[in-house]
C-alpha cells in the first residue's frame, strides 16, 4: 500500500471505501486485470484529498477515473474502466452511443441507494497483502 501523496499516478480508480457495491467492483477490476493496469485509491484518502477537487472528494457517490490527465465520473468513468479492460468487457463502449444524461441518471438511482442495497461498511477497506501494491492511500 503506498502511502506517496506528492507522486501521481495514472490509471487510478477512485471509490467510496466504505460502500459495499464500490469494494465489490474494485474486486472485480482487480479479478479482470490480469496485467495489473490499474491503482485504487479510496475517495477518503488522503492521495484523492491532494489529486482530485474538493467535489470529488466531499461528494462520495461517485466512482471517479484518472487517466492521461483526464477525469472520468459515474458512467463514463465505468464505461472507460470497462473499455481499458478489454476483452468481452469493451462491449460496455456501447454505451457510448446513448446519452450521457440518461446514463448517469440511472447511475445515481443506484449510488443513492447503494448503501440500503449493498450495504456500508464502519470503515475503508483494508487490502490483503496481496493487494497493498496497488492501493494509494
Do not use: H
Amino acid at each position: 500500500m503506498e502511502n506517496l501523496t506528492t507522486t501521481t499516478y495514472e490509471n487510478v480508480i477512485f471509490f467510496d471505501g466504505v460502500c459495499g457495491l464500490c469494494n465489490g467492483f474494485v474486486d472485480f477490476v482487480m479479478s479482470v486485470d490480469k496485467d495489473q493496469k490499474f491503482k485504487f485509491s479510496p475517495l477518503q484518502s488522503e492521495y484523492a484529498q491532494k489529486n482530485l477537487p474538493r467535489e470529488m472528494t466531499e461528494n462520495l457517490d461517485s466512482v471517479v477515473f484518472t487517466k492521461n490527465g483526464k477525469t472520468f465520473r459515474k458512467s463514463q468513468a465505468v464505461i472507460k474502466i470497462l473499455e481499458d479492460i478489454g476483452g468481452i468487457w469493451k462491449l460496455a463502449t456501447i454505451g457510448k452511443f446513448l446519452p450521457e444524461s440518461i446514463l448517469n441518471e440511472a447511475y445515481d438511482i443506484v449510488a443513492q441507494n447503494r448503501y440500503k442495497i449493498f450495504g456500508k461498511k464502519e470503515s475503508c477497506r483494508l487490502p490483503t497483502p496481496a493487494e497493498r501494491a496497488r492501493f494509494i492511500i
